[in-house]
């Protein structure tokens, strides 16, 4: 028979392990609440972070929008780089807690892949010479071409890959000239790069002379081309309606990056300005607004 003494001893022991289990149970309690809550913590300031990005984004766009707004008022007749839209841009700087960005381009500085089933055999010999240019390989341009018999029209550069069996690579060299806009669209000298004005002059001379002179007043004009003896195929023109925002602000450990395409129009109330477009690196933000393209 067991002594007392020792009933005791054994008694206290089972009494010291249950306390000691309720104590790690209490402990892992404690523990999981502190976590979740540091979490919470955590996911509140991420979400606060975004929303002050996207915040600046939408600031960023709105600045835009007012300069491409008032730019038809002041200068309906051209778009150029010397003009306040295109300098409306800025640089990388240091803000609150992070960086911001914008650039702005017109996006009918490049050939418009939908312009295709539209300009017939022009179209496509600019397509070829352009490929041609981009050292890419020939069969890219008969590629995109049928694709574009389909009368889904292209929405994103990207899509070639898997639309048309190009490369990332091949889209990414195309992009240089090349762009996906809603409709028909003409390309504006005044912004084209040096590259695009001698496919498009198919005149390297004509290209050279072109360059210099926007080069030395910033811009070109229908006289300009006359006194240069410059004859250019349709298709070409001194303005613009669509332009691409790219705003890109990161705030403590949350980054965002935005493009959006501008489309500027005429209303009965005066001039207009609406984003048609939104993507982000992970995909398209919004479907486009195409059907409000002329």
């Known amino acids: 028979m067991a002594r007392p003494t020792e009933k005791r001893t054994a008694e206290n022991g089972v009494v010291l392990i249950n306390v000691l289990v309720i104590l790690a149970l209490t402990a892992s ?3 999981a609440m502190i976590s979740l809550s540091d979490l919470a913590i955590l996911r509140s300031q991420r979400f606060s972070s975004a929303g002050q990005a996207l915040a600046l984004i939408s600031g960023g766009e709105a600045s835009a929008i007012v300069a491409l707004r008032r730019d038809m008022t002041v200068a309906p007749t051209t778009d150029n780089m ?3 839209w295109a300098l409306v841009g800025q640089q990388q700087v ?10 702005i381009e017109d996006a009918q500085s490049r050939f418009n892949l939908n312009n295709l089933p539209l300009s017939g055999a022009l179209g496509a010999q600019i397509l070829q010479r352009i490929v041609k240019r981009l ?38 060299r195309l992009s ?7 409709g028909r669209t003409d390309i504006n000298i005044n912004t084209a ?17 072109l360059q210099g002179i926007r080069k030395r007043q910033g811009f070109l004009t229908a006289a300009d081309l006359t006194a240069a003896g410059v004859i250019l195929a349709p298709g070409v023109g001194f303005v613009s ?4 925002v790219t705003t ?29 477009f939104r993507q982000n690196p992970l995909g398209t933000v919004e479907p486009p607004k195409y059907a409000a393209a002329p």
């Not at 590629?143 to 069996?165: C, S, T, Y």
């Not at 501008?262 to 207009?272: F, I, K, N, V």
């Open 135 to 172: 050292d890419l390989p020939a069969d890219v341009a008969p590629r995109i071409a049928a694709r574009l018999v389909q009368p889904q029209p292209l929405v994103r550069m990207a899509d070639l890959v898997a639309e048309a069996g190009l490369t990332p690579d091949e889209v990414a």
């Open 193 to 209: 790069p040096a590259a695009l004005l001698a496919v498009i002059t198919d005149n390297p001379v004509q290209a050279g002379r």
């Open 29 to 31: 309690v404690v523990y």
């Open 248 to 276: 890109s602000v990161t705030i403590a450990d949350t980054a965002q990056r935005m493009q959006t395409l501008l489309q500027r129009s005429t209303a009965r109330g005066g001039p207009e300005v609406e984003a048609i």
């Open 82 to 84: 010397t003009e306040v």
């Open 176 to 182: 240089q000239l090349a762009t996906v806009l809603p």
């Open 241 to 244: 309606r669509y332009f691409e």
């Open 94 to 103: 240091q803000i609150a807690g992070g960086t911001f960005a914008l650039q």
